[in-house]
Structure formats: structure tokens, C-alpha cells
């Protein structure tokens, strides 16, 4: 503020003494999407922005549907990733179909639209063995590791197929709502196609608040689409399919309490609990407001006085979040390895998945132990083994980016997977240093250390991932 005022007060001065030179202004209401995004995610996705102008509850009709919808910074954000993939993917789909026709119509290889293929070593070859016939359909026989057209093809609409899936996904992500008496209308941005969802249909309305300003809830209900069961994968690791609300909605609050005004008689009949307050997500919690959320988790922990102990089943619930961020790991060697049309996969590409998958869950192990050697010479040990059972859950915001990456593999953008991963590696730090912050109340050099211990296990496996994809 200081710097600002000084800057303010200068400019003032010189406008003053200089003729034609004009004051500085701030603007206060004009921010950057760009930096209120990365500096501040939660603040990004709260209501009543200063750049918007609220709709007051009044503006609701007595008994008419409430309608909300997002504001452009949201749907702006949402649209550029989704013509960013589809670019790309168009990109990468013409790239197939140019090697395709060049190993199979020698005439055109010299055509500058073709002639880049010459570039890669495996299409000289081809092209000096088949100069004047096209290259075999299914490969030359007893070189199994040279391009085969048939594989382009299968490879260039399977990346068609998971880029058509990611794209669905990304329109229907958060969608603009409409609560009616008979259900709740679901609206795509940008194809403007609804779905009536009755309120019978619901089955749980989950709520995590962020901070006063910034909630994210899910709403499942049965019969809606496939794309939409992502949402709560994301969410909370459930399986029912539901939709997303963010409080940076317009007519946040009047669509909320039509909402509940709707759902809570339901809960009269006798139905399970459909309102889920407590329901908090494990992922975008400590994603936008990091330090709450994993206090939340260790005294969710220390309030189980199993979590001291190794134990079985314990261990089995710490598990699946843990496989989950090992995944994906695996997910983008499998996807790179399947869409790289130059190599027919084998055998070797599902070990390597598998192999990366099993050496990312042993970060679970490696870190949660040695932070508890690391707190039992430094004169703790007061926590048992509670980071075992707090660790996998304090790191699933790394899943965010590697969702990202994964989508940016499948449409072969080059070198944003291995960034995306990185700032993964990143979050990974931070997550872990927060928690032992939390947990053990480490402080300075020592939650560094602690902090490192996942980023070095993580470079490791993205070494591995590098050399595996060469």
C-alpha cells in the first residue's frame, strides 16, 4: 500500500509540474483474471466480485424460477481451455493423416505439406525401401518397431475419441442453473442445451465452504450423463453423477435457499440424508484454501485414536486416495505410449504403466515414515503413525494438474504435460511442508526438509516417465 500511495502521490506531482502529462489512476475494479486465478484461486471462485454486479434476491418473481449464471471470467477461462484442446487435437489429427498418406503414397512425400516426415530416421527408411509403392498396411513383416499405417489411423481416432470425452467433460463442468417447483434445470454454456432434473431424482446436495465469500457444492442425482459422474470422482471419489456449483454463480444465495426449500421436505419421507453439509471434498478443499483444510484432516485423525497404531483396515481406507494420485502417472505413460502412432503398443507399454504406478505408491510409505523418524529425533513422536493415514489425503490437490496434463497429452501438446507435472511437484511441496507444519508443528528448515522428501521422490518418477516415452 505504501509503494502504491508513493507511486500515486509522484505521478500526482509530476502531472502538476509537467503541462500534458496525465496522473496516474487506479483501478481497483479492473483486476487480472490471469493473476487472480494463480494468486488467488478461492477469491477467483467466490461471489459478488467487485467487477460484477450481484442480483438481489428481489429480483426473483414470488414463486418463479431463480436462474444463475456464471460470469464471463469463469466461462471465459472454461472456453479458452476447451478451443486451446480442440486446436491442438485438429493439429494432431491432420499430423496422423499426413504420415499416413505419405507412407502410402510415394508421389506427394515431397510435397512440403509431407516432407516433414522426413525428419524422423524410421520414414527415411520406409521411404527408401517403398520408393515407388506405398509402405504395407499393417507394417513391414519382422519390423515390428517401424511405423505402421494401420496403427495411425486406429491411433488418430482414438485420440479423436478421448479428446470428443475431455472436451464433453470441460463443456459441462460448471454448468449456468434454473430451480423450477418440478426440478432443477441444467443448462450447457455453450450449447445452451438443458436437463430437467426432478428434485425426486437427487440423491445428495454436498457443501464445501472454502470461507465466507467462496463455497464449492455437488449435486448428484441419478440419471444424468457419463461425463458427469468426473465431477464427483473429483469431488469426493464417489461414483453417483452430479454437477458442480460454485458460489461465483450469479443469484448464488436465492438459488441456494430455493434449492433447500425443494430438497429438505424430501428428507421427511423417510429417504436417506440428501443434505450434506459435512460432506467437504478432499480434493478442492486444501486446492483453494490449503492450511484450514489439512488442520481439518490431522484433528479429523487425532479425533480416531486408531490412527496411532498401524492397523489393517485403517491402512485400507488411506489407500485408495494414494492409488488414485498414482495413477495418473501411469495414465499419461499408457495414453503417451497408445497415441504415439509411430509404435505399435505392446506388451511392455501396460508393465511400464504398471511399474510407474507401483513405484508412485511407495511415496505413501517413504514419506509418511520418514516424516515420523525425522519427528522422533527431533524429540516428537507424540503422533504415532497418524501421517500415514493423513498423508495420501493431504496431497489429492496434485490431481488437479495431472488431470490437465493428461488432457494436454491425449491432443500432444508439446512439453505442457511435463510443466503441468512439475507444478504438480510443486503443490507437492507445499502440501507436504502445511502438513507437517500442522502435524508435528515444524517449523523453518525443518518442514522444508519435509517438504522435499515428495518433490525428490516425485522428480524421480518424472525421470522415469521421460526415459520410459523416448
Not at 485403517?314 to 485408495?320: D, H, V, W, Y
Not at 494414494?322 to 502412432?341: R, S
Not at 507444519?437 to 521422490?457: K, M, T
Request: proline share 7%; glycine share 6%.
Amino acid at each position: 500500500d505504501t509503494l502504491v500511495q508513493t507511486i500515486l502521490s509522484e505521478s500526482e506531482r509530476a502531472a502538476r509540474g509537467i503541462e500534458g502529462v496525465n496522473a496516474v489512476r487506479l483501478q481497483e475494479n479492473t483486476p487480472s483474471m490471469l493473476f487472480s486465478l494463480f494468486l488467488s484461486p478461492a477469491s477467483f471462485f467466490s461471489r459478488q466480485a467487485k467487477t460484477e454486479a450481484p442480483l438481489s434476491a428481489a429480483s426473483v418473481r414470488s414463486g418463479g424460477p431463480v436462474r444463475a449464471a456464471y460470469p464471463t471470467r469463469i466461462t471465459a477461462l472454461v472456453q479458452g481451455a476447451i478451443i486451446l484442446v480442440a486446436a491442438l487435437a485438429i493439429w494432431r489429427y491432420l499430423g496422423y493423416w499426413a504420415r499416413f498418406i505419405a507412407l502410402e503414397i510415394p508421389a506427394v512425400r515431397l510435397n512440403p505439406l509431407f516432407s516433414w516426415t522426413y525428419t524422423d530416421p524410421d520414414y527415411r527408411v520406409l521411404y527408401e525401401a517403398y520408393r515407388t509403392t506405398g509402405v504395407p498396411f499393417f507394417g513391414v513383416e519382422g519390423f515390428p518397431n517401424l511405423p505402421q499405417p494401420w496403427w495411425l489411423l486406429v491411433a488418430a481416432h482414438l485420440m479423436l475419441l478421448l479428446t470428443l470425452l475431455a472436451i464433453n467433460w470441460l463443456r459441462g463442468l460448471l454448468p449456468n442453473l434454473e430451480a423450477r417447483v418440478n426440478g432443477l434445470a441444467v443448462t450447457n454454456v455453450f450449447s445452451k442445451q438443458s436437463q430437467l432434473v426432478p428434485w425426486n431424482r437427487v440423491q445428495a446436495f454436498k457443501a464445501t465452504e472454502i470461507s465466507e465469500q467462496s463455497q464449492v457444492l455437488l449435486l448428484q442425482a441419478n440419471g444424468l450423463t457419463l461425463s458427469q459422474r468426473l465431477n464427483s470422482l473429483l469431488y469426493d471419489g464417489s461414483a453417483t453423477p452430479g454437477f458442480l456449483i460454485t458460489s461465483a454463480i450469479d443469484n448464488y444465495q436465492p438459488l441456494i435457499q430455493s434449492t433447500l426449500e425443494q430438497l429438505t421436505p424430501l428428507e421427511s419421507e423417510g429417504r436417506p440424508p440428501i443434505l450434506q453439509q459435512e460432506a467437504t471434498s478432499p480434493v478442492l478443499w486444501p486446492a483453494l484454501s490449503r492450511r484450514p483444510a489439512l488442520a481439518a484432516q490431522v484433528e479429523a485423525a487425532r479425533a480416531d485414536a486408531t490412527t496411532r497404531q498401524i492397523s489393517t483396515s485403517t491402512l485400507l481406507r488411506a489407500a485408495p486416495p494414494m492409488a488414485a494420485l498414482a495413477l495418473l502417472p501411469a495414465l499419461l505413460l499408457l495414453v503417451t505410449g497408445l497415441l504415439n502412432g509411430d509404435q505399435t503398443p505392446t506388451f511392455g507399454l501396460v508393465l511400464g504403466a504398471f511399474l510407474l504406478w507401483f513405484f508412485g505408491m511407495l511415496e505413501w510409505p517413504i514419506v509418511a515414515l520418514g516424516s515420523l523418524l525425522l519427528d522422533d529425533n527431533t524429540g516428537g513422536g507424540d503422533e504415532g503413525y497418524r501421517a500415514m493415514y493423513v498423508y495420501p489425503t493431504s496431497q489429492l490437490p496434485r490431481i488437479i494438474p495431472l488431470i490437465a496434463a493428461l488432457i494436454f497429452t491425449i491432443v500432444g501438446a508439446p512439453a505442457l504435460p511435463a510443466l503441468l507435472w512439475v507444478a504438480a511437484i510443486v503443490w507437492a511441496f507445499w502440501l507436504a511442508a502445511a502438513l507437517w507444519e500442522v502435524l508435528y508443528e515444524w517449523q523453518g528448515s525443518q518442514a522444508i526438509l519435509g517438504g522435499l522428501v515428495p518433490v525428490i521422490w516425485q522428480l524421480l518418477l518424472l525421470v522415469g516417465f521421460l526415459i520410459g516415452t523416448r
